[in-house]
């Protein structure tokens, strides 16, 4: 059955979130497919960051630490977003990057292995997790004396043998939207002796994540992506309460310890999560985070983060089908699971010859993705859609498959400009 363009409008009609779409600045004439690399702008954003440009930082100065709640801020966020990721309050803190966060928890991980179980001497990761998480594994493995293994997805209950200290694992990939099985996975690490750790960095906001109850030990994730917190915003880090308070992080400043302003020269680090903030925070950045973070909480009327994966499984679904429906015989191919259980909030698509190019044609149109190169083998170039269900409705995906259409079938894509590569892609 062939679905129309009325099809969409009544679905947009119907949808019970359509309203959030209104809590963001969305650029005139674009569809915004790349929520999964940056999110778009809060509408509340500018006029936060300006008060705290000129009022908060301008008038008030240095009494803003305490006046305006400066100091608590990466605590207050980080229980808000414990709401998205299933936690409770008190277990994490908004600070730093991704690629620090994780360096301090797959540190601490380490630490622990070596107290309990000093014969495991492995991390095991996924060959296609994200670059900076296994750049950062294998530094610590150099300095550690650890090996870092990689495996493809089907092979990593194989690969955790007595040997491993710790599985660390992107809850969702970044480059196809496969997702793990958060609990399953869990226990399978546990089951061998081994340490839970996930990024994630492209689940928090976009599909329910429980923590807790999948019995995690530690994980990460990003600040500018779903969350919308802008770009570079400050990246969140978790601990299970049962190892906060037996380990130093490495990065032992002074906002981690138990009581900064008595300036003592020894390190005593803060009882529980806050011991794994570092240095003074950037408060600018915080505050268009927690924008952002503000964001996801508003959905919690209209039924929380179950409602967004709803509506996210029906605009990937829908892609998925106008996709095969008006681009047959142009040698698409699909690289995300169709199976709701194994999908994340993106929709991977794949081409033999021009990947990258037809991205670029597609956002000379106003329509949003970006490409991922492939290896040359298993991986494939992919051109990746992310479905951010706030501000993301059900024609704007019947327009982009259009648009997708009439680049394939004029051969628009093989245009010069759309084939000259950018920094970045």
């Given at each position: ?50 008060d705290v440009v000129a009022r908060e930082w301008g008038t008030d100065l240095i ?118 099985d958060m609990p399953a996975m869990t226990a399978a690490a546990h089951a061998t ?56 992080q490495p990065l032992a400043g002074w906002w981690g310890h138990a009581t900064p ?165």
């Amino acid at each position: 059955m062939t679905i129309t363009q009325q099809d969409c409008r009544a679905l947009d009609a119907q949808d019970p979130l359509r309203t959030l779409r209104d809590l963001f600045l969305i650029p005139e004439g674009t569809i915004y497919l790349d929520g999964n690399s940056l999110g778009v702008m809060p509408r509340s954003a500018p006029a936060r960051v300006a008060d705290v440009v000129a009022r908060e930082w301008g008038t008030d100065l240095i009494q803003s630490w305490n006046k305006n709640g400066w100091f608590a801020m990466p605590k207050k966020i980080g229980d808000k977003i414990a709401r998205l990721i299933g936690t409770d309050p008190g277990t994490v803190v908004a600070t730093d990057s991704t690629s620090i966060n994780l360096y301090k928890v797959l540190s601490a991980a380490l630490n622990l292995a070596a107290a309990e179980h000093p014969g495991r001497k492995r991390i095991v990761s996924e060959r296609s997790n994200f670059p900076t998480d296994l750049y950062i594994a294998e530094a610590l493995c150099r300095e550690r004396g650890f090996e870092l293994v990689l495996v493809e997805p089907e092979d990593i209950a194989a690969a955790l043998t007595p040997e491993v200290a710790v599985l660390m694992l992107t809850h969702v990939n970044y480059r196809t939207g496969a997702m793990h099985d958060m609990p399953a996975m869990t226990a399978a690490a546990h089951a061998t002796g081994a340490l839970m750790l996930w990024d994630l960095a492209h689940s928090a906001g976009a599909v329910p994540v429980d923590l807790t109850g999948a019995g995690a030990d530690y994980a990460v994730g990003c600040g500018y992506k779903y969350l919308n917190g802008g770009p570079g915003a400050p990246a969140f880090v978790w601990v299970h309460p049962r190892h906060t308070d037996r380990f130093w992080q490495p990065l032992a400043g002074w906002w981690g310890h138990a009581t900064p302003f008595e300036f003592t020269p020894d390190y005593r680090p803060a009882p529980g999560i806050t011991r794994y903030q570092c240095g003074t925070q950037p408060m600018i950045s915080l505050a268009a985070l927690e924008c952002g973070v503000d964001t996801l909480l508003a959905t919690e009327a209209h039924g929380g983060m179950a409602a967004l994966r709803r509506k996210s499984l029906a605009l990937t679904d829908l892609f998925i089908s106008l996709v095969d429906e008006r681009c047959h015989g142009h040698g698409i191919g699909l690289a995300t699971p169709l199976d709701h259980a194994q999908r994340g909030s993106q929709v991977c698509l794949t081409k033999d010859e021009g990947a990258y190019a037809i991205v670029q044609a597609l956002i000379a149109r106003g329509v949003v993705g970006d490409f991922r190169a492939g290896d040359g083998a298993r991986h494939q170039d992919i051109l990746r859609f992310g479905f951010a269900p706030l501000y993301i409705g059900f024609e704007d995906v019947w327009h982009a498959a259009e648009h997708l259409r009439e680049v394939l079938e004029t051969g628009e894509w093989k245009r010069p400009e759309f084939n000259t590569k950018h920094a970045v892609t």
